[in-house]
């Protein structure tokens, strides 16, 4: 059974700092998606990371893959209060040519103060 | 493009009720899902379907019915409502290609009474 762990599950952090996110994950795969969840809402996608070392980065977020460690990290540069929302990782179990059957992390939910 | 909607967007119920919760996406999709969301708890997979009339079931399927018989809707039925039920629920499409992030809808809020 896939499971996959976020720590930390609360983040709360000063305006203009870094901090990391974590995304383990159980069993083999390389299709990992970063997702955003604002209060109340809907999850909006953030990253797609397909390969061992892919990197990706938008604005001050920047994810990566390890594939061998199965492990995803959110790096966050900078914070700004903007950021302030709940981070999923999710793991997607399908197999060969089939998408969509995700497994997700519990969520982080980050604070960004002042 | 109206991307996945949800109707309806809230609900209450009482225990043994059922109800069928919508989903219709516009982007032609051929993979759609649904997961439920509890606290602390993160999303999970309750039904999946790869294309019209074949589904799937997810991790927490029991008291969750599904069909496909078209490529744009996927509806969940819940067949005897129980408080255990209670939860946000969200429906997802994407496209073939694992480049392709899932879509969600904007989720519907079930309480069960």
């Known amino acids: 059974e896939l499971k996959v762990e976020q720590n930390p599950l609360f983040l709360s952090m000063q305006e203009g700092k870094n901090y990391t996110i974590y995304c383990n994950y159980s069993t083999t795969s390389d299709r990992l998606y970063w997702y955003r969840q604002d209060p109340g809402k809907s999850l909006e996608s953030l990253f797609v990371?397909?390969?061992?070392?892919a990197v990706k980065q938008e604005g001050r977020l920047m994810a990566s893959l390890d594939t061998k460690a199965r492990l995803s990290t959110l790096h966050i540069t900078a914070a700004v209060h903007d950021l302030s929302a709940t981070y999923f990782c999710?793991?997607?179990?399908?197999?060969?040519?089939?998408?969509?059957?995700?497994?997700f992390g519990q969520g982080t939910i980050l604070t960004v103060h002042p | 493009n109206a991307g996945v909607t949800q109707t309806p967007k809230f609900q209450v119920l009482k225990t043994g009720q059922s109800m069928t919760l919508q989903c219709a996406q516009d982007?032609?999709?051929?993979?759609m899902s649904w997961y439920r969301q509890d606290p602390g708890m993160g999303l999970r997979l309750i039904h999946y379907?790869?294309?019209?009339?074949?589904?799937d079931q997810g991790e927490v399927p029991n008291g969750y019915n599904v069909s496909r018989s078209t490529t744009e809707d996927f509806p969940l039925r819940l067949l005897s409502a129980a408080p255990s039920q209670t939860s946000v629920y969200f429906c997802?499409?994407?496209?073939?290609?694992?480049?392709?992030?899932?879509?969600f809808g904007d989720g519907t809020r079930l309480s069960i009474l």
């Open positions: 997802a499409s994407s496209s073939m290609g694992s480049n392709q992030p899932q879509h």
């Open positions: 990371l397909l390969s061992n070392g």
């Open positions: 982007m032609n999709h051929e993979y």
């Open positions: 999710a793991v997607d179990k399908s197999g060969g040519t089939s998408y969509g059957k995700l497994t």
């Open positions: 379907s790869v294309g019209a009339g074949i589904t």
